[in-house]
């Protein structure tokens, strides 16, 4: 009888047991469904509240920082620009690497921006031309050279051509640079070296022409204002150094007329 009553009260134990397991996990499950629930409808409100951000962000500028790491730059207003002194004077003459030799007329105070600045005002009589430089970039502009400079120069022109065998495009390019440079030597070489003399059967092309031309004249400009002479004067020392226009040369030596001083001494002999 004892274990038959023991049998029957584990059963009940059992079972109460298992009635408390499934409750708990009826409760679980509705607790569940419950926030499953609630997340769906609160998944609407949050659409609406990020498309409305959305819109407000679009209206903004893409490129602008956002509020939090935004940092204002310190706007500091320059009225006037840096003051250097003057190195060059009024009627000077200077080399400004892109157009040349030019005599400065006057220095001008101009309003850029709402900042006043000092600059140099140019005249390039070859391109019939004026030009500002500032005179914080005077470093950009050159004296002329001196004698001594022309007359190596003249030895530059006289040695032999340094021709590469690169493509005439890369070849160009430095040729470019070299009269861009706005150093006398440079273009010295270049003269040199694009200098084809007096004979007509050596094809040159147009561009080669253009280059040798540009920094001929340029050098000439340079050389005559030096010497103080005239532009004959300058382009014959510049062709004889060159070996150019030797024939045109000859030809008006003896075209000119013997005077008669000498004549009258040769008939007397």
């Given amino acids: 009888m004892k274990n038959i009553l023991k049998k029957i009260l584990n059963k009940k134990k059992t079972k109460k047991a298992v009635k408390k397991k499934v409750k708990a996990k009826i409760i ?4 569940k469904i419950k926030k499953v629930k609630k997340i769906i409808k609160e998944l609407p409100k949050k659409k609406i509240k990020d498309q409305k951000k959305n819109k407000t962000e679009n209206k903004v500028d893409p490129l602008r920082i956002s509020k939090n790491n935004e940092q204002k730059p310190e706007i500091k207003k320059v009225k006037k620009q840096d003051s250097e002194k003057r ?3 009024v009627k000077d003459y200077v080399v400004y690497p892109k157009h040349g030799v030019g ?3 006057e220095t001008k105070k101009i309003n850029i921006g709402g900042i006043d600045v000092e600059t140099y005002v140019l005249k390039f009589e070859k391109d019939k031309a004026n030009g ?23 030895s530059i022109l006289k040695s032999k051509p340094k021709i590469k065998r690169s493509m005439w495009s890369r070849r160009a390019q430095e040729y470019e640079a070299k009269i861009s440079s706005g150093k006398i030597y440079d273009l010295a070489e270049v003269v040199r ?8 059967m050596i094809d040159q092309s147009y561009s080669e022409r253009q280059l040798f031309e540009k920094a001929y004249e340029r050098l000439l400009t340079e050389f005559q204002i030096v010497m103080g002479s005239s532009l004959e004067d300058a382009q014959k020392k510049l062709d004889k150094a060159l ?25 007397s002999e």
Wanted: hydrophobic share 30%.
């Fill in 193 to 200: 070296d694009l200098n084809k003399g007096d004979d007509i």
């Fill in 103 to 105: 005599q400065i007329t």
């Fill in 132 to 154: 500002m430089v500032p005179v914080n970039k005077q470093s950009h502009l050159r004296p002329l050279s001196t004698i001594n400079q022309i007359n190596k120069c003249v």
């Fill in 243 to 267: 070996k150019r226009n030797l024939e045109k040369q000859i030809q008006k030596i003896e075209e000119k007329p013997i005077p008669e001083e000498t004549v009258n001494q040769e008939l």
């Fill in 87 to 89: 190195i060059f004077k």
């Fill in 28 to 31: 679980k499950k509705v607790t």
